[in-house]
């Protein structure tokens, strides 16, 4: 059984909304129990018909704001993510899930739960849509730390791809580094030396260097690259998605003839709809700490919450943790 620790706290939509999505876990998911973080007397009224034997309240009041030094984050433990991640390293729970700040997130869950053994840098790793509909493109490092070394990015790569075969399910993934051109020795210096070292140390399944206009067509697996690049990657990519989407609303409300082919063209729209919907995938995840941790979207509903916790429980029962000690355990 899986244990969960869940920071309620910090949330664009608040505890009704975060609290619906661990209900609907703990339904349909009967090898699960969650340890729940924030305030007791407004979770417990929305916990009131749930067996109690599947869930704990731990009442905390604090919130860890959107950006933090590492300094006051160690001060604020009595909030509700302090106390969470804190469940992992003391080994009351095997994961955490957040909707919190990710800066904050991010900084606690690295100081707390330190990098795996021969780990330069911890990454936070995403799937993102690509064409090919449930064939997510994993990428990452997107926005865990600005400045990468090659060494860290060739990290990100052996990480990914453990990611990509058990959570993703893609047997034998692809691996490509982001950078400005295909070509070997294109792109930033940390991009060069990772490339070369997953060159030379015969990375498993890594095919050279990807562009970013050709990262989301279904055919590349893992990409890797800075957190800084990473991050813009990530926030473009939402950004033009979501103009995307008020493109195509408003082409088809412009007139009734508009509004007669949208019928016509209804199930491939949805169908467009689902496939670019990264609610599905709940979030990013922090690869190379001792524990599993997971970063939902701020404004994560029902949906996009439920997969996040649905990713932890996952990372849980394929033991990602430990494939990743394996993994870097001769270096």
Known sequence: MSKIAVDLMGSDLGYSELSKAVIQ??????????ILFGE???????????DSKRFKIVNTTEVIPMEIKPLDFLRANRSSMYQAIKAVKEGEADAVVSAGSTGGFVVGSTILLRNIDGVTRAGLCTPFPTAI????????DVGASNVNTGEDIYGFARMGRIYAEDITEIHNPSVYTLSNGS????????????????????????????EAREALDGNHDVIVTSGYVGN??????????????????KAFKRNIF????????KKGIKDMKE???????????????NGVAVKAHGNSNTYAFYNAIKVADSMVKHDIINKIKKEFSND
């Open 258 to 265: 508009s509004k007669i082919g949208y019928l016509f063209a």
């Open 40 to 50: 007791e007397d407004k979770i417990q009224p929305l916990f009131a018909d749930v």
């Open 183 to 210: 070509e070997e020795g294109k792109g930033p210096q940390e991009v060069v030396d990772a490339y070369e070292l997953m060159k030379t140390r015969k990375l498993t399944g890594f095919k050279g260097n990807c």
């Open 275 to 289: 496939t670019l919907d990264y609610r599905r995938f709940g979030g990013a995840i922090l690869l190379g700490i």
């Open 133 to 140: 509909k449930n064939r997510p493109c994993v990428i990452l």
């Open 232 to 249: 813009i990657f990530l926030k473009a990519t939402e950004g033009t998605a979501g103009m995307m989407n008020g493109m195509i609303k």
């Open 25 to 34: 876990f703990i339904n349909e998911d009967k090898n699960s129990s969650f």
